[in-house]
């Protein structure tokens, strides 16, 4: 079995820590992982190592979590209306990025590990392959 994981990012906090626990037992069992990770932000080099020793395919992409800042006056309304917008243009990017490496890989389920990531299930959807959602934040 193949499975396309999507990662909100590559820097060794908890949640990337998890992933690999995950990884290591999940392996034994005969999954192949793909790993999908942002192009932006942090990239440890701990965990592209780590890609290479298990021979694990990884990909950077766009990924674009859906959350924005809550307007605090008038001139910060106006910077999350252009986030907002810029946003929107990176769900898209990110959609299509995620898309043409499913079709590459052909997974038989894509993961995403973080719920403000929208852009596998739509893949998933789109190219009717399962998808598990991870969640991982809650609100009070």
Request: proline content about 5%; overall charge positive.
């Amino acid at each position: 079995m193949k499975v396309l994981y999507i990662l909100n990012g590559a820097f060794m906090g908890g949640a990337t820590i998890s992933f690999i626990n995950m990884i290591d037992g999940l392996i034994e069992y005969g999954v192949k992982p793909v790993v999908i990770f942002p192009r932006k932000g942090i990239h440890d080099e701990r965990l592209i190592q780590y890609f290479r020793m298990k021979n694990i395919p990884y990909y950077q992409a766009t990924i674009a979590p859906m959350s924005l800042p809550k307007p605090s006056g008038c001139g910060e309304f106006i910077k999350v209306c252009i986030s907002f917008l810029l946003m929107i243009i990176r769900r898209i990017m990110s959609y299509y990025e995620i898309r043409r490496i499913a079709i590459n890989e052909n997974p038989d389920i894509i993961y995403t590990n973080v719920g403000i990531i929208r852009e596998g299930y739509k893949v998933a959807r789109n190219l009717r392959i399962k998808h598990i959602l991870h969640i991982r934040e809650y609100h009070l």
